[in-house]
């Protein structure tokens, strides 16, 4: 029989064991923890702001808004892409109209689509390409582009929120 279990267990190695499975425990919990989102709060020349979580992942990119019921008032996501290009999105999923904003490199409003309809069949239309490369894309609540007065060419500017 181990010397573990003959009559008094050794302490060296229980202790050991305890140790052990703290220390597998705290490694679990450190490198399993859900990753903070990250907010952008994207604001605009004429003083609005919307405090935008980043997409910045495949899933997210992905997915975006969809399966939300609802997108608090100056609240949105801001997809950042890898590359300027001719990026397209859709609303496939979603539960509530956007307005969509497509921001370049620069960070200058380069094109703009309002009220775009959720879609929850197939085929779902498209938004895009924007006339020019982009490398953000911004999706606000149905009505923000009209009621801030957001238009082409508006420098807007990034601060990153944790």
């Known amino acids: 029989m181990p010397l573990f279990f003959q009559g008094q267990p050794n302490k ?9 499975s703290l220390l597998l425990i705290s490694g679990a919990l450190l490198f399993n923890r859900p ?9 605009f020349p004429n003083k609005h702001v919307v405090k935008a979580e980043v997409a910045d992942t495949p899933e997210k990119l992905l997915f975006g808004l969809a ?5 608090p ?5 801001l997809y950042i892409f890898g590359e300027s290009s001719a990026h397209q999105v859709w609303t496939k999923e979603f539960r509530v109209p956007v307005d969509i904003i497509w921001v ?4 200058k409003v380069v094109f703009i689509v309002e009220s775009a309809p959720p879609c929850s069949g ?8 924007p006339p ?3 490398r953000y894309v ?6 923000f582009v009209k009621n801030s007065d957001i238009e082409l060419g508006m420098q807007l500017k990034f601060i990153l929120r944790m």
């Open 35 to 43: 990753e903070q989102t990250k907010v952008i709060h994207v604001s």
């Open 12 to 20: 060296k190695r229980l202790l050991f064991l305890i140790l052990m």
């Open 132 to 134: 020019q490369n982009a």
């Open 104 to 107: 370049d490199e620069s960070k």
């Open 73 to 77: 008032v100056d609240e949105g996501m």
């Open 138 to 143: 911004l999706e606000t609540n149905d009505g």
């Open 122 to 129: 197939d085929p779902c239309p498209w938004y895009g390409p």
């Open 67 to 71: 399966f939300r019921d609802h997108i």
